[in-house]
Nanobody
Framework: QVQPVESGGGLVQAGGSLRLSCAAS????????VGWFRQAPGKEREFVAT????????RYVDSVKGRFTVSRDNAKNTVTLQMYSLKPEDTAVYYC?????????????????WGQGTQVTVSS
């Protein structure tokens, strides 16, 4: 069983930065892909970024390319989403999800375990 736990959300002004972390307590974590998704009020959950099991492959939604970076440290069972140049439209609850697959995926249906989410609010 993998239970991802997010941390690092908060309130930041537009143009600022935040770093989200996802920790998972599983010896097999290093064999799983991890994704970040977000959901703003009144909107559907949206793919943000994903990283493969080894950290050698990543994908991003177009709206965050060049501003967000996803990385992982398998020795510490953590995945990090570094967010720069934040915009008010980035405001959402951010979720970490773990998929029992090696490669990246932007499809939420392919993720097996989800965290509770962490709120990110960007003020203008």
């Amino acid at each position: 069983q993998v239970q991802p736990v997010e941390s690092g959300g908060g309130l930041v002004q537009a143009g600022g930065s935040l770093r989200l972390s996802c920790a998972a307590s599983a010896r097999t974590f290093s064999g799983y892909a991890v994704g970040w998704f977000r959901q703003a009020p009144g909107k559907e959950r949206e793919f943000v970024a994903t990283i493969n099991y080894s950290g050698t492959s990543t994908r991003y939604v177009d709206s965050v390319k060049g501003r967000f970076t996803v990385s992982r440290d398998n020795a510490k069972n953590t995945v990090t989403l570094q967010m720069y140049s934040l915009k008010p439209e980035d405001t959402a609850v951010y979720y970490c999800a773990v998929a029992r697959r090696l490669g990246t995926s932007s499809n939420p249906a392919e993720y097996d375990y989800w965290g509770q989410g962490t709120q990110v609010t960007v003020s203008s």
